[in-house]
């Protein structure tokens, strides 16, 4: 059964930093595409973040409004992908969920961002 388990969410002041992990307990991981949605509250869920897996992976691709201020990036060996977010702004508050290619979701984790 393919799992996703997320952490490194919590409070942090605006302009401030966070970073959140996933494992993924999947043996196919380096293979498959992972990334970061989120929802803040009221709201649908959104793309921030993907990455591709694969041979030729490693390839990301960024929502516009996290775009230069959001980093994905994956541990194959450790079957982790992170999401390292810099310069977070009031309007990044949500809960962030990880994906896996195959429409499999964490349980997510809250980021909260205090001004």
């Known amino acids: 059964q393919v799992q996703l388990v997320e952490s490194g969410g919590g409070l942090v002041q605006a302009g401030g930093s966070l970073k959140l992990s996933c494992v993924v307990s999947?043996?196919?991981?380096?293979?498959?595409?992972v990334g970061w949605y989120r929802q803040a509250s009221g709201k649908q869920r959104e793309l921030v973040a993907t990455?591709?897996?694969?041979?030729?992976?490693?390839?990301?691709n960024y929502a516009d409004s996290v775009r230069g201020r959001f980093t994905i990036s994956r541990e194959n060996t450790k079957n982790t992908v992170y999401l390292q977010m810099n310069s977070l702004k009031p309007e990044d508050p949500a809960v962030y969920y990880c994906?896996?290619?195959?429409?499999?979701w964490g349980q997510g984790t809250q980021v909260t961002v205090s001004s």
């Open positions: 994906w896996l290619s195959g429409d499999y």
């Open positions: 999947e043996s196919a991981f380096s293979f498959r595409a």
């Open positions: 990455i591709t897996g694969g041979a030729g992976g490693g390839r990301s």
